[in-house]
């Protein structure tokens, strides 16, 4: 079975600074998906950004970018130059992808992240 | 991206009175539906996965006799929530997926609220 670890419950930055995000998993696949979901006031999902674990280079969207360690089992999220708007929680999750795929995700615990003027 | 509607987005019933919330999707084919549950500060939790057309499959622990899902189009899944009470109080959200996707895309969430 997959699990996904996120071990920060809570983190704040000031704006136009950079934060990083943990998250760690454990799986016996090989082929799979990673992604960060935002969680915003709201509660509205939105999906940051996606690595495939194929895939060496780390995926990058914008001001977010993501250090994939595939041998660790780490996946962390880097959000540059925060703004107010970032404020949200956030989610890593797993995917396993082939054959018998469903489609599942596996959510970590989620990480409460505000930024602060 | 597309786009997944939850109808209603807020829901206060009395205990032991049945609830039902529908999910669709507006510009796609969603072969794939999943229902979750959150608590607040907490993370999401799957109840179960429903395939247009089959019966659900059902995660671990979630009573399928109380939480009836049905995905009889393409476009829309339901879950009702039968014979509710205070601790079903909580927030559901639904996501689609067509089969072929990567990406499943959320609803807005519904709060229920069991008095």
């Known amino acids: 079975a997959q699990t996904v670890t996120q071990s920060q419950p809570e983190m704040s930055v000031q704006e136009a600074e950079t934060v990083t995000l943990s998250c760690t998993y454990d799986?016996?696949?090989?082929?799979?998906?990673l992604f960060w979901y935002k969680q915003p006031p709201s509660r509205q999902m939105i999906l940051v950004i996606r690595q495939e674990a194929y895939k060496q280079q780390n995926a990058t969207e914008n001001r977010f970018s993501v250090n994939f360690q595939k041998a660790a089992k780490s996946f962390s999220l880097k959000i540059s130059d925060s703004q107010l708007g970032d404020t949200a929680m956030y989610f890593c999750?797993?995917?396993?992808?082939?054959?018998?795929?469903?489609?599942?995700?596996?959510f970590g615990q989620g990480t409460t992240l505000q930024v602060k003027p | 991206g597309a786009v997944v509607s939850q109808h209603p987005s807020r829901v206060i019933c009395k205990s032991g009175t049945s609830v039902k919330i529908e999910c669709r999707s507006l510009?796609?084919?969603?072969?794939?539906m999943f229902w979750y549950r959150q608590f607040p500060k907490q993370s999401l939790m799957l109840m179960a996965t429903?395939?247009?057309?089959?019966?659900?499959?059902?995660e671990q622990g979630v009573e399928k006799d109380k939480f009836l899902i049905n995905h009889a189009s393409l476009t829309l899944s339901t879950l009702t929530v039968t014979s509710a009470h205070p601790e079903d109080s909580s927030f559901y959200i639904c996501?689609?997926?067509?089969?072929?996707?990567?990406?499943?895309?959320f609803g807005p969430g519904t709060r229920l609220t069991v008095l």
């Open positions: 996501s689609a997926r067509d089969r072929s996707w990567t990406e499943q895309f």
């Open positions: 429903s395939n247009e057309g089959s019966k659900a499959t059902y």
């Open positions: 999750a797993f995917m396993k992808r082939g054959s018998g795929n469903t489609g599942k995700l596996i």
């Open positions: 510009d796609f084919q969603a072969t794939t």
């Open positions: 799986t016996s696949e090989n082929n799979y998906y």
